[in-house]
């Protein structure tokens, strides 16, 4: 395990001449962004820099990791800064923009994945996503009838809930496919932080705890990044533990007298938001655990889908008779036996309990819920860090 947590000389004379660089390192709660912690700890005690450590309220942010960020800062003796998105001033926009195009029918490609695919050409995926020239079909949503539009309208204000208006205002959750939900309720905020820093011309490094066997992504992305601007300072995005086993992760936080975050202990594979990557151990054990945190999340689904033109729109045909927009991607869960495929929180929950393919009833998930309180939240960590 390299514990040196050092920027290689190079990185070091692009910046010569230039303001010292100040350090910030990205806190999530869990054990990747934790070991870059340690490390940025290490090397502040080494050298005397002084990096500042940043936390981000996505507003859907369990209670437990919320008590493990202050846990964190005190048994660290660091002090981490909590940056929170709002989005408060973007509602009347919508308000207006709901008004103003759900009279009219809405056209839009479906573009397959063959077509997606041959977009690496820029040539056609200028023709495809450009000019929309391809032969792929297009879904037409039918005007929305005046008094949803009104209602919706009146219903589409600020809650104060980043995770939730950021919902709202884009009339559907996060999916595996567009998860912009990192950008807005994380990287933008943090970035509000940076930015004036940049603009004053001091460059910033920026500690990211991403390994590289997370995923292939994640293995693509190199140890030390430079985004260069021309009206702002460079950032350095620089991943310390890129190359590090998860067992290396743990270590380091052992090493500094660090408890890991108990949701590890619960089940949970990932700490941070309630994600609507959520797999399906994950949601069960949510729902055995933290129940209120679903009925928070089927909450939310109301609250979105009174506001989200496709909701609106199904409810008009009359394809069915509530407004709902599905918390999980549509292909989380399986299809139920009339061939509905809409993913919402309850339905998950049902899908959670059943045993490989989501069809029968798992009799041990169900000895789990009706046994007594103190066996059933016994530790059931996913990294063997039961005792």
């Known amino acids: ?39 940025a700890v290490e090397r502040a005690e080494r050298t005397g820099f002084t990096p500042r450590f940043l936390f981000a309220d996505t507003g859907n942010e369990h209670d437990v990791t919320l008590e493990h960020v202050e846990y964190l800062a005190r048994t660290l003796g660091i002090t981490i800064e909590t940056v929170r998105a709002d989005f408060s001033g973007q509602f009347a926009a919508r308000r207006t923009a709901i008004a103003r195009d759900w009279p009219k029918e809405l056209r839009r490609k479906q573009h397959t994945a063959e077509c997606r695919a041959a977009c690496e050409d820029l040539a056609y995926a200028e023709k495809a996503l450009v000019r929309e020239e391809c032969d792929c079909p297009i879904k037409v949503s039918p005007p929305v009838p005046d008094h949803l539009i009104a209602r919706a309208v009146e219903l589409m204000q600020p809650t104060g809930n980043p995770f939730l208006d950021m919902a709202m205002l884009h009339g559907r959750f996060p999916g595996t496919k567009s998860r912009f939900c990192t950008t807005e309720l994380k990287l933008d ?44 300072a460079p950032a350095v995005i620089y991943r310390p533990i890129h190359g590090w086993h998860v067992r290396e992760v743990f270590a380091i936080a052992k090493r500094h007298g660090l408890k890991p975050n108990p949701l590890y202990l619960m089940g949970m594979g990932r700490v941070g938001c309630f994600c609507i990557m959520a797999q399906k151990e994950e949601v069960r054990q949510t729902a055995l655990r933290f129940p209120a945190t679903i009925e928070r999340i089927a909450e939310w689904e109301v609250i979105c889908g009174n506001v989200a033109r496709h909701a609106n729109t199904s409810v008009a045909l009359g394809e069915r008779d509530e407004f709902v927009s599905s918390f999980l991607p549509t292909d989380k869960v399986p299809p139920d036996e009339h061939g509905k495929i809409r993913a919402t929180i309850h339905r998950a929950v049902e899908w959670s309990k059943t045993s490989r393919g989501g069809r029968n009833f798992d009799l041990l998930n169900h000895l789990d819920e009706i046994a007594p309180a103190e066996q059933r939240h016994a530790c059931s960590s996913q990294y063997g860090l039961c005792e």
Do not use: Y
């Open 1 to 39: 395990m390299n514990g040196t947590a050092i920027l290689p000389k190079s990185t070091k004379s692009q910046h010569a001449g230039r303001a010292r660089a100040q350090h910030f390192v990205s806190i999530s709660g869990g054990k990747d962004s934790t070991a870059t912690a340690c490390l």
């Open 189 to 232: 905020p943090m970035d509000m932080v940076k930015t004036p820093i940049r603009m004053a011309g001091t460059p910033v490094v920026e500690w990211v705890g991403e390994r590289a066997d997370e995923s292939a992504a994640r293995a693509a992305k190199p140890t030390i990044e430079i985004n260069r601007c021309s009206w702002r």
